[in-house]
T-cell receptor, first 113, second 118 residues
């Protein structure tokens, strides 16, 4: 039982390049989330999904796209990376229930030069 | 929209002593959940403690306890018998329950860096 995993752990991109971050969970959770963490600002929600085949925008969606073709996977795409997207990206998953706990992946540190 | 404020960017404490981290929030909801997450240098987000707003009793988890003041919209974290392994960034977070138009989004505060000195 791996929980939530993220690929890759680190990446350096040049401005204008594209990439996809992969999040996978093996807990059969319905809800999945992508956050970004910047210094002094806590974590902010980029996009989220309430089930397979559904996605929606969070607080800071501009410049990102997502897809959830399979329940266990949630992909975050950057079509044309910008230096402002330099950040640490976290994926999380959760399910309805008494605990309401979100389980986080280990994070991906992305640097855009 | 909900907001969460942590007014202490940094705190320090001596090993074995007690420290309290502050958090205030703003919401018009009556039913919600509050959390404290710990982020050590490894970057992993670890749930420390949770509080349901409808429960008057303050949550406790071993050395960690909260002081939940619903009317004042305050949710502080007390760490007793501090240990070197408690050194981390601590985030306070707010959540509306899943269901209806809510999707379990977490709203985070800015974080407090806690350093435990030997």
């Amino acid at each position: 039982n791996a929980g939530v995993t993220q690929t890759p752990k680190f990446r350096v991109l040049k401005t204008g390049q594209s990439m996809t971050l992969l999040c996978a969970q093996d807990m059969n959770h319905e809800y999945m989330y992508w956050y970004r963490q910047d210094p002094g600002m806590g974590l902010r929600l980029i996009h989220y999904s309430v089930g397979e085949g559904t996605t929606a925008k969070g607080e800071v969606p501009d410049g990102y796209n997502v897809s959830r073709l399979k329940k266990q996977n949630f992909l975050l795409g950057l079509e044309s990376a910008a230096p402002s997207q330099t950040s640490v990206y976290f994926c999380a998953s959760s399910t309805q229930g008494l605990s309401y706990e979100q389980y986080f992946g280990p994070g991906t540190r992305l640097t855009v030069t | 929209a909900q907001t969460v404020t942590q007014s202490q960017p940094e705190m320090s404490v001596q090993e074995a002593e007690t420290v309290t981290l502050s958090c205030t929030y703003d919401t018009s909801e009556n039913n919600y959940y509050l959390f404290w997450y710990k982020q050590p240098p490894s970057r992993q987000m670890i749930l420390v403690i949770r509080q349901e707003a409808y429960k008057q009793q303050n949550a406790t988890e071993n050395r960690f306890s909260v002081n939940f003041q619903k009317a004042a919209k305050s949710f502080s974290l007390k760490i007793s018998d501090s240990q070197l392994g408690d050194t981390a960034m601590y985030f306070c977070a707010f959540m509306k329950p899943h269901g209806g138009t809510s999707y379990g989004k977490l709203t985070f505060g800015q974080g407090t860096i806690l350093t435990v000195h030997p």
